[in-house]
């Protein structure tokens, strides 16, 4: 399954369910990045490892795309497993959503 296919289809059940912002975890895409699937109606961001490695983790955020001229940072990939969404509240507070993946064993 390609990256697309796989991003139409989460976007579908996404909007399906009325999901604002989900956090992703074995999205096993290479590098850093984001996209925005086109009449989908989300961007996807995510880190994974290198493209070299064995991808068998990784993460990522999927943010409904309307939102996102209402969030002044983007998400920050720290590594594989770990990335961050900080989202500003009201009187200048933020809230910190975590998106991390461990393995079962």
């Known amino acids: 399954m390609t990256a697309y296919s796989s991003g139409a289809f989460i976007a579908a059940e996404l909007s399906r369910y009325n999901v604002d ?6 999205s096993r895409l290479a590098d850093e990045g984001s996209l ?13 490892l290198h493209s070299d490695d064995r991808r068998i983790h990784g993460v990522g955020f999927a943010i ?10 983007s998400p920050v990939g720290i590594n594989a497993p770990l990335m961050t969404l900080r989202l500003p509240l009201i009187k200048g507070r933020y809230m910190t959503v975590v998106s991390a993946y461990a393995p079962t064993l």
């Open 36 to 48: 925005t699937e086109v009449g989908g109606g989300y961007t996807f961001s995510w880190k994974g």
């Open 21 to 26: 912002i989900a956090a992703l975890s074995e």
């Open 64 to 73: 409904r795309t309307s939102l996102l001229s209402q969030i002044t940072e």
